[in-house]
């Protein structure tokens, strides 16, 4: 089968874009790419993936794979969108490897992009991040996407003794990290306590453990070994793929602390890159809330069931950590533009393993992994890269 | 490379289901698919695409990757949803395709769907659609999706004297064909002169020169040739697959009286197959509007630029024609689920090369072709079918 690599990623800064529409961030994605990828022409691109969760909803414009190809300067290649709610971006990256797989395409952009902030109403913001949920038998009993995963972070308190010095210190740790990341939405400190203390949203989550409403974009450019040298001499490879489902709702889950998705989705990721997770030093790992990264330090296998919390606050995934976690900040603190996380999750790991890094965040592994999570766990895709 | 077959095939009948919700369509897409094939079972479906326009805009509900395959029974299969505007359900059967040639699966599901009577405001209806085009550049100037198509009929009739009459024609083959299709919307045929006598929607177009808004869901079972001819003996091969895009503003366009991506679109899937315009019998097209029928049998070779028109007035379309066009009565009368009828023309086709239709509508054909538009043509696919 035909081996894909990384040969560059760029990504906009994740702020509250005011001025600046969807299509603006998108094309500087591109635009910044073809800057750091200089030995690449528009010309060669002949397919373009974005992931995106909710334009339709949130600015009224669907059909963003055309939009990005024509607003990019890469007509007529063919575009293509793909949803997998929060894990849309990662979806992008996972289609855009098995388009050039299927071996009709050498070359693919992969875009991630949304722009949350023109919608200024909280309860729309809510109630779009609600969809990726069961529209029939969750939303309409009134249940939030908030309020979903504080039901999650009370049977994993439940089960196992977690408590919400634990999942702050995920915040913490996120929070520290994008101090040095320039592209950071959040560029501030914050103790445990700070954290602990935050007002709260929905019981034991706190403003500090939710991640923000955010606006940007980033791209990778994926290559079939056949061309990927013409383009750089250090490519990243992806060396596995996995992607796995759950039911929407929260009630047919066999069990609320952990997520059976991101177990099977690390298991295919692991079995194609053949590596156990011990190998995997640097981690991108999905952060909605402070107990998802919990919750995905366990299911993938880095620590044992329960032993996530105490791990975080001992500090074993800090940079340098047993395994590094969110190194870029996370989606707690680098922001989280729906559809533009799993791309630059890849563009994090990318550059970790070329050491293209600030140095304070340098996690300096040979083995990556990005993790994404759709919904409340009903989509997740788990990608492992190497040098 | 792996060569791609259509094992299986079923839709649900598009109409206003007012009882039914899009979870409830796309729950018999499936379960009608696997009574069809009977040979397979649930747990050989590693990959479910679904294609959809716009559901987050619709019912609120995103992420329905994982709720087909939820819904469907086929947990923990990855879920994966595409949107390309009009274009969705085509661009879900082009997903399976290509991944089923990554060699990573050798069985797809792929399920087109939408709901949008649940939406009673014809505005809002209106301001879904028109999300297929530029929001930004056009949306806001007041122009809608049905006046943006009134434009190109405008520079069509001016080119080359296209009249109404020659677009009536369109409108009023496809209704006579959905007579005899126990799953069209329309099951009514109209003469010309009531064609262009109807209502007046955006000038030269009237009520009867656009399709409806409609509910359904459609599905076709995609194997590799390892594994086909365990489920079926009479696969129909998916012998090529064209994708190209075109600017999302019409203002950009190199001319309004005929799409570019069309025209690309075809060229990719024509090659690949091996065949030149006149081997197809048979095609599906897209007609969201009478207009788009002429300039897909243009674009894509069956007549010359200008010929579209009089060809059909003619009967050359009709049933056993040159080339039978929209045998199942095409977006216009077998109905206009979005995401659905991509999907919902490959049903056909593989129907129509089985000798599976209904008598009266059976083009006897051995190649067949599948045309779908995203938009104002922003996106075209096209795919080419054989026995």
New interface residues.
Partial sequence: ?VKVGIAAGYMTKFAEHWQR?L?DLAAESVVGLFEEAENITPDRIG?TIVGN??S??L?????????V??HGGL???????????GASGA?ALR?GY??I????YDVALVVGVEKMTDQTRSAKIT??LS??????WE?QTGLTFAGSYALMTKAHFEKYGTNKRHIAAVSAKNHANAVYNAKAQFRRAFTIDQVVGAAMVADPLGLLDCSPASDGAAAVLLCSEKVINEITDTPVWITG?G??????SLA?RENLHSM??TR?AGKQAYEQAGVEPDAIRVAEMHDNFSITEILGIEDLGFFLPGQGGPATLDGETQIGGKVTTNPSGGLKALGHPLGATGVAQAVEIFKQLRREVEPQRQADAEIGLTHSI??TG??AIVHVYQR
């Fill in positions: 089968m529409s299509k397919i969760m909710a339709g909803q600015i009224g414009q669907e059909h963003l794979g055309p939009l190809v024509d007509l007529p290649a063919a575009g293509v969108k793909v949803e997998a709610a979806l289609t098995l388009y797989k299927s071996g009709l109630s779009v969809s990726a949920s069961d529209q029939e939303l793929s992607h796995a489902s759950d039911s929407l047919q059976k998705a099977l759709g919904g009903s989509t």
